[in-house]
């Protein structure tokens, strides 16, 4: 199927670390993205990594990538209030070069 | 102005009617998307248009139309509206040249409610 899974809710302490998880289903996608959803607006692109790619870094965020498991994760070092939303993983489809996203986990920050 | 603008931004319609929700673009993408956000189930493809005279169906197809009227103009339609088919709904465009990451830029949402 093209389920692509995370887990609902995570809550941190603002200042700690954030990890946010996902499992994939197509092992030949080019391009793996987290893209970030804030209230009341539509989706944005925060990080992508390439299929050839373990880690990417930029800035606070760490994607890891784990293809012999098809395990995506976003780590959000220094959490602040304003991380507070939804992320959502995707996946480009190879065979039919479509963007299939995830369930989306809402993040929740607090003091 | 939004790239990516989206009318009308929130709907409530009786089960029964005919609704259509607009997109336009002006980023000169040749893809443009219709996806539906439920709280649960993240964001579902609904139809997608790789360019004017090319559609497809996605995941979630039954009950929805879509008209690609220009490359910058993607509309989709709910012939007879039903109260599950409440949700926000988002357009979003791609251009996906070669050595593009496939990055979608997506519109504010259309929030429909159905009665």
């Known amino acids: 199927g093209e389920d692509v899974e995370q887990s609902l809710f995570l809550s941190v302490r603002e200042g700690d670390s954030s990890v946010i998880n996902c499992t994939y289903t197509?092992?030949?996608?080019?391009?793996l993205y987290w893209y970030k959803q804030e209230p009341g607006a539509g989706l944005q692109l925060l990080t992508y990594i390439f299929s050839n790619m373990d880690m990417k870094q930029d800035q606070r965020l760490t994607v890891l990538l784990n293809k012999k498991d098809k395990h995506l994760s976003l780590r959000i070092a220094d959490t602040q209030t304003g991380d507070s939303a939804i992320y959502f993983c995707?996946?480009?489809?190879?065979?039919?070069?479509?963007?299939?996203f995830g369930t989306g986990t809402r993040l929740q920050v607090f003091p | 102005d939004a790239d990516v603008t989206q009318t009308p931004r929130n709907r409530i319609t009786k089960t029964g009617k005919r609704i259509m929700l607009e997109c336009s673009q002006t980023?000169?993408?040749?893809?443009m998307y219709w996806y539906r956000q439920d709280p649960g189930l993240g964001l579902r493809l609904i139809y997608y248009s790789f360019d004017v005279k090319d559609i497809n169906k996605g995941e979630i197809s039954d009950g929805y139309s879509v008209s690609r009227q220009a490359q910058a103009k993607f509309s989709l339609s709910l012939e007879s509206a039903i109260p599950n088919q409440t949700a926000l709904y988002f357009c979003?465009?791609?251009?996906?040249?070669?050595?593009?990451?496939?990055?979608?830029?997506f519109g504010e949402g259309s929030r429909l409610t159905v009665l």
């Open positions: 979003a465009t791609s251009d996906r040249a070669g050595t593009d990451t496939g990055e979608l830029f």
């Open positions: 980023k000169g993408h040749d893809r």
């Open positions: 197509d092992s030949s996608s080019t391009y």
């Open positions: 995707a996946e480009i489809m190879r065979n039919t070069d479509k963007l299939i």
